[in-house]
């Protein structure tokens, strides 16, 4: 396949997604049969965000023309090991490397096996050569580069057998955002689309906050009840429940609505259904601190992403920051 011919299979691919068929949404249903995360709601979010934000053909086409791809590459093995916290996880680095040419081998996480599955074989039936292509596999063996994601105790593994390779290992992070104290209902309602969808488990969702010394709560808190329905999620109440419980039983202070739990917390990381904050007294101190936080993907701020998009990477948005299109041309 030319990139032409996969760069119109990738479009195809995006009005098959729009057209949500019988047989999508029926792989849709065993997606969350096999993990209760994925209900149907961020399912639809994350497949909206690839078709808006991956698979647009003018997106496409600019991304492949900035670093100069064509058809003169020389294949080489990419074994991939993905993630499984939130629907289709991993599908940026398997779009990278399909769109530059190499040849791929993808371990699945059992988290996150369904969907991504369906669509390989669905654009294997439109052009068979995708099969040459891509291949999906439970060991990865004799390839040339790797591109593994996964938690920083797992990261220690990949380096280990990958480490000799040509290799982007990447860990966990997370995301917070800082508060001027100014937001208005409307950007607090965006925030909560930051910290609640997903329900938390990815790493461009909020589960921490900044806020300046004095800072009134109940705004906020108010906002944040658009997803109090989430509170009927049994594995998403099952956390809260037991976390609030936690914090109760060790007498300490928090606040909450029916579905989130505000703890001041130093950690970037903060358990589903809890998010952490802090107070903050320098802004511009803080932000440069933030910019240098290993841990921290996105930031959320009126002088950084804009509230309720830290859920809407682009092709040029990259996990870790580190640049995949760049390490596959470069190999």
Known sequence: MNLEERITLLVRLKKYLEENTEEFKAIKQKAFEKNKWFVEEFIDLSVANICKFYLNRDLLKKWVNHYHIDDNIQPQKIGIVMAGNIPLVGFHDFLSVFVSGHHQFIKLSDKDEVLLTHLIAKMTEWQREVSEMVSISSLLKD???????????????????????????????????????????????????????????????????????????????????????????????????????????????????????????????????ELHYSFYENKNELLQKLIDDTDVQCIASEQNISFGKTQHPGLFDYADGADTMQFLLGL
């Open 143 to 273: 390839c040339d580069a790797y591109i593994a994601t996964g938690s920083n105790n797992s990261s220690r593994y990949f380096q280990y057998y990958f480490g000799k390779y040509p290799s982007l290992i990447r860990k966990n992070k997370t995301s917070v955002a800082v508060l001027s104290g100014n937001e208005t209902l409307g950007q607090l309602s965006s925030l909560a689309d930051d910290v609640y969808s997903f329900f938390g488990l990815g790493c461009r969702n909020v589960t921490k906050i900044y806020v300046p010394k004095g800072y009134d709560f109940v705004m906020l808190l108010n906002a944040f009840k658009k997803y109090n329905y989430l509170s009927v999620i049994t594995k998403y109440k099952n956390n809260y429940d037991y976390n609030l419980a936690l914090l109760i039983m060790n007498n300490k202070v928090y606040m909450s609505n029916e579905s989130i739990i505000l703890v001041e917390n130093d950690a970037v990381f903060s358990p589903v259904s």
